[in-house]
């Protein structure tokens, strides 16, 4: 019995110094050029900004033939944000998916993904995502003209952006969720019951005390099949939102009844691409919906950590 107690001490003891290496799970790249991932050169380029803190952080800027590269010409721009693993690269096909209804898509990686500098923190990427939205303030794009749009860990911090953003007076155009939590705690506390996750995680992403500060559009998607973001923190998190845009824009949910947690998008593609679609179409009349073929992004697993097991008693 005493083996078995020091063990679990021992396990709390490590994934409290050590959680980031179970939360945040990057791929690292010296170089992500998008002619190296199915761009034309005149269809993506480059971007790059310096953060709060003084590390440069580096993304994409994909246009959907409206505008060309010229950022302040978009009709919208999609600045998307990744989940907790691998890089924006990843995300390619799925970055066609949406440039496919007419906004155009810019991503940058987190500090420590792909080849942006530095080492993740939550701190660190609420700084990163700052620095992306002053990237397009500065290429020109007005706030009215920005979707926020993220993905499990990523949604996180594009609902921090966003409640950041409106509580200035610059709201962004909108705000997608997908498979989004209530927080990072309420999510690891469904699958690590037994351990004191309340005690142990310093990462929170605390999404259900901000929702209620954001007063743009909001969409929100999940999959049914979500075994690592239960649908129910989904609906929690949906049921703190504001009923409406302070514009008189009414939040709106989309569940995905064949979907998990890495493939909205991919299953049963149309009903995302038709409520994603729609969703621009009621920002920007301009983009009314079209059809949009759906690709098959290899997108990275997004991975719930795995504790190290505690030894076993001799």
């Known amino acids: 019995m005493i083996e078995i107690v020091a063990g679990y001490l021992v396990l709390c003891v490590i994934l409290f110094f050590f959680q ?21 050169p005149q269809q993506a380029q480059s971007l790059e900004n310096k953060t709060e803190d ?54 940058f990686d987190y500090r420590g993904f792909g080849d942006s500098e530095g080492s993740p923190d939550e701190e660190g990427l609420a700084r990163d995502a700052r620095a992306a939205w002053a990237c397009l303030i500065q290429q020109g ?55 004191p996750v309340s005690l142990i995680l310093r990462e929170r992403f605390p999404s259900f005390e901000r929702i209620p500060q954001v007063t743009c559009p909001i969409l929100m998607l999940h999959g049914q099949r979500d075994d690592i973001v239960p649908l129910a923190l989904g609906h929690e998190l949906f049921a703190a939102a504001p009923a409406q845009s302070s514009s008189g824009m009414p939040k709106q949910f989309i569940e995905l009844p064949d979907c998990g947690h890495n493939d909205i998008g991919v299953v049963d593609a ?22 949009a073929e759906a690709v098959t992004p290899h997108l990275p697993r997004e991975r719930r950590p795995r504790p190290p097991r505690p030894p076993r008693p001799q």
């Open 54 to 107: 003084g590390l440069t952080i580096r993304g994409w800027h994909i246009n959907s033939g409206r505008g060309g590269l010229v950022l302040a010409k978009a009709p919208l721009v999609d600045l998307f944000f990744c989940g907790n693993a691998g890089n924006r690269s990843d995300r390619n096909n799925a970055f066609h998916q949406l440039i496919s209804l007419g906004p155009h898509v810019a991503c």
């Open 270 to 291: 149309a009903p995302y691409l038709a409520a994603v679609g729609g969703f621009y179409a009621a920002l920007n009349p301009d983009l009314a919906p079209r059809k």
């Open 141 to 195: 794009v007005k706030p009215e003209c920005i979707v926020l749009h993220g993905e499990s860990l990523g949604a996180a911090v594009a609902l921090r952006l966003a409640a950041e953003l409106c509580a200035a007076g610059t709201p962004p155009a909108g705000l997608i969720l997908q498979a989004a939590f209530t927080s990072l705690k309420d999510a690891a506390a469904r699958h690590y019951w037994f351990l």
């Open 20 to 40: 980031r290496k179970f939360i945040y799970l990057p791929s690292r790249e010296s170089n992500l050029s998008p002619r190296d991932y199915g761009f034309a």
